[in-house]
């Protein structure tokens, strides 16, 4: 069946540095996202990633703190810039009609922690 | 845009009775209702979902419905184990639009 890679599961980062986020699907598909989930709270959207063009961003979150990449029908990137620990959540990324689900398919999640 | 509201935050029920979870949504156009099922430090999971054109969906213990006129929708979960408990999420999208979450709703049964 068709899957949803994320890595890394997990980092630890100090204050003013950078992460790249990686989610790659082993099928084609139109619709990728990135949401954000902070402790205990339910699942933001950042963005709205493109296939060759600029990324959709919503309400406060802005291209230059989360940039991303989609390259192709199958992967893209989210990277995290200059982090302070008010960034410290879980980044997830999502497809739309992935396999026979209809629905929403989420990755694994990175839990990112900035110290 | 679009903008749901989740109620209860928290549930606890005895295991074996039901549990029900309400969802608002204020787009008349959103056509699309999913649940998500989430367990600690795990990815959210598809439970169940509802399109606009049909006002209820069962799959074995969990059934969903739609009021498309009140604009709710509501999870209803039957004779609840322990292994039911979990945070959902509902959610609600049209067309190409992204999907927007409510705020969860914290499940526990009691055994």
Partial sequence: SAVISQKPSRDI???GTSLTIQCQVDSQVTMMFWYRQQPGQSLTLIATANQGSEATYESGFVIDKFPIS???LTFSTLTVSNMSPEDSSIYLCSVEGLGVTV???FGSGTRLTVV | GENVEQHPSTLSVQEGDS????CTYSDSASNYFPWYKQELGKRPQ???DIRSNVGEKKDQRIAVTLNKTA?????HITETQPEDSAVY???SNSGN????????TRLSVIA
């Fill in chain 1, 13 to 15: 980062c100090q204050r």
């Fill in chain 1, 70 to 72: 989609r390259p192709n």
């Fill in chain 1, 103 to 105: 629905g929403y398919t």
């Fill in chain 2, 19 to 22: 549990a029900v979870i309400k």
């Fill in chain 2, 46 to 48: 598809l439970i169940i």
């Fill in chain 2, 71 to 75: 604009k709710h929708f509501s999870l």
């Fill in chain 2, 89 to 91: 999420f509902c959610a």
């Fill in chain 2, 97 to 104: 639009t992204p999907l927007v979450f409510g705020k969860g």
